[in-house]
């Protein structure tokens, strides 16, 4: 039976290179296009040892109206699209507001002009609970308002949540599932592939293992006064391989043609964890204790956001499986093979 294939951007990000395996192994046939501004190659070879086989990859800007075309032409007949591909740093979206919002909608715009001339009409989208900025009550389900972002990288999603409603609405050739989702941690079980951040870290656990590994002198946790039990900041924490079948069950129920043009589901444990657990469950779960200081407060930061995920549950049947320990100690066990 031959399977069906489905374009993955930014297929060789942290988030992209496990959808990638997943949907590889629920059956699809993943193509991945990367420009490589924010990975590796070497990514790649991870896969395709994961997987033992090779995914076609095209070295591609997708902000490339005619790049894309090319491999559209060249794959054929695309049932879907997960579209990953964007900056996603907070804090530096508020240093390079314009390029974020150069790259992350000028990208998804260009996809959205070239896909029907393909007859594409499923797209998966990376959206992100920053949409609710700080939100009234907790947890946040996805009839929450959205609010005014926080950050400019916030508000790129927001933009492109408001871009795939308004195009679904006007024609028929569209039919998109926005996964909202919070904070996706670990690496594959292999250790083959996981967060590869370039430069310092931006995102909490790898700062958390360089600093285990000695690469970082220590981690410092940004604001220890917030509104919360512990003075630290609560996020949902969710492992990366959970967060990327979430991703093949999406392009499935697009496939099967359920539910109604744009569907919102948030993608998350269901859970908070303060900064200051994180740290104290990633020394339990690998024995390794942590220098850390007690830094201001970050530019952009919501002091907590926790995802109700009874929507996902009911209507995708998607569960995660992994606790917090389980996926820290995945995390722990990449940065130890990139130590090889």
Request: glycine letters at 8%.
């Amino acid at each position: 039976m031959e399977r069906a294939k489905i374009l993955v951007t930014g297929g060789a990000g942290f988030i992209g290179s496990h959808a990638v395996v997943e949907l590889y192994e629920a059956g699809y046939q993943p193509i991945i296009v990367d420009d490589f501004s924010n990975s590796k190659e070497s990514v790649l070879r991870g896969i395709q040892e994961i997987l033992g086989v090779e995914i076609p990859c095209h070295d591609i800007d997708c902000g490339d109206a005619d790049a894309l075309r090319g491999v559209f032409s060249q794959e054929k007949d695309i049932k879907g699209i997960i579209h990953f591909a964007a900056f996603k740093a907070v804090g530096e979206s508020m240093q390079k507001p314009l390029a974020y919002y150069r790259n992350n909608v000028g990208s998804l715009m260009t996809l959205l002009t070239v896909m029907p001339e393909f007859g594409i009409k499923n797209f998966v989208f990376s959206s992100s609970c920053t949409v609710y900025g700080i939100p009234d009550q907790l947890p946040v389900t996805e009839q929450t308002p959205t609010k005014p972002a926080t950050s400019p990288y916030g508000n790129t999603k927001k933009i492109c949540e408001d871009i795939l409603t308004d195009v679904a609405k006007a024609s028929d050739s569209l039919h998109t599932i926005l996964l909202r989702y919070f904070n996706p941690i670990g690496a594959h079980p292999s250790a083959k592939i996981g967060e590869l951040p370039l430069g310092v870290p931006q995102n909490l656990v790898p700062f958390i293992t360089q600093t285990a590994a000695g690469i970082r002198e220590k981690l410092t946790i940004y604001g220890n006064t917030y509104d919360t039990p512990d003075g630290t900041n609560i996020r949902d924490y969710i492992y990366v391989v959970d967060l990327a079948k979430a991703h093949v069950v999406a392009v499935q129920r697009l496939l099967d043609e359920k539910g109604e043009a744009v569907e919102v589901f948030n993608v998350g444990t269901g859970r908070g964890n303060s900064v200051l657990e994180v740290v104290n469950a990633f020394e339990k779960a690998t024995g390794v204790k942590l220098n850390y200081t007690i830094g201001p407060p970050r530019a952009g930061d919501v002091p907590a956001i926790y995802a109700d995920v009874t929507k996902a549950t009911n209507e995708l049947g998607f569960k995660t499986t992994s606790s917090l320990e389980e996926a820290l100690a995945s995390a722990w066990k990449w940065q130890e093979s990139l130590a090889k």
